[in-house]
């Protein structure tokens, strides 16, 4: 069973609209959460981590973590092309080997004109 | 500049032989790990090396060895390739516990 579970699959907003990312994890060692946005041809790349409940904002982007239910969201207001990518959740649990992630299988944004 | 370099970008490989992906880091990072992405399977941890010490390993097969010459070097040997070795290889390293993790731009492995 995959530990990490991602929807939707795809996602296709508007430019200027909202686009939202749900993540739930099967294991409860994993206490850090991470988003990770690909761009095609390149490397993952760190948009934000949460390891708190609650929400954190950072600029247009907004994770929220609730650890008892395991469920982590990723939402993205005011959508840009440039935002058009493949968005990873990924988890990682408590200990010293914190680099050793365990990554959904990704949504694939689409913002469209 | 980029701050993970992979080597090469793109390999295509004959079933049965054998390939080396050099990875160098130029952020001062203590830990580097490899990934692999393929079509059928999320992004996949696969090694962590922490000062040039192998720290976990969720590789099953002993076909795939990682060398660390350097600090900043962690290269990925792959020995007698099979066509589901095909992948997108990706080296990464941090720098601490729970800090954000770097990853190069990786190198596509098709092997035939």
């Known amino acids: 069973q995959q530990k990490v579970q991602q929807s939707p699959e795809s996602l296709s907003v508007p430019e200027g609209g909202m686009a939202s990312f749900n993540c739930t994890s099967s294991?409860?060692?994993?206490?850090y959460f991470w988003w990770y946005r690909q761009h095609s041809g390149e490397g993952p790349k760190a948009l934000m981590?949460?390891?708190?409940?609650g929400d954190k904002k950072e600029g247009r982007f907004t994770a929220h973590l609730n650890k008892a239910s395991l469920h982590v969201s990723l939402h993205i207001r005011d959508s840009q092309p440039s935002d058009s990518a493949l968005y990873f959740c990924?988890?990682?649990?408590?200990?010293?080997?914190?680099?050793?992630?365990?990554f959904g299988h990704g949504t694939i944004l689409r913002v469209h004109p | 500049d980029p701050k993970i370099i992979q080597k090469p970008k793109y390999l295509v490989a004959v079933t049965g032989s054998e390939k080396i992906l050099i990875c160098e880091q130029y952020?001062?990072?203590?830990?580097m790990y490899w990934y692999r992405q393929s079509a059928k399977k999320p992004l996949e941890f696969m090694f962590s090396y922490s000062y040039q010490k192998l720290m976990d390993n969720q590789t099953a097969s002993s076909r795939f060895q990682p060398q660390s010459s350097k600090k900043n070097h962690l290269d990925l040997q792959i020995t007698a390739l099979k066509p589901d070795d095909s992948a997108t290889y990706f080296c990464?390293?941090?720098?601490?516990?729970?800090?954000?993790?770097?990853f190069g731009k990786g190198t596509r492995l098709t092997v035939v």
């Open positions: 294991d409860r060692n994993f206490q």
């Open positions: 990924a988890a990682a649990n408590t200990g010293a080997n914190t680099g050793k992630l365990t």
């Open positions: 981590s949460i390891f708190s409940d």
């Open positions: 952020l001062g990072h203590n830990a």
């Open positions: 990464a390293s941090s720098q601490a516990q729970n800090t954000e993790v770097f």
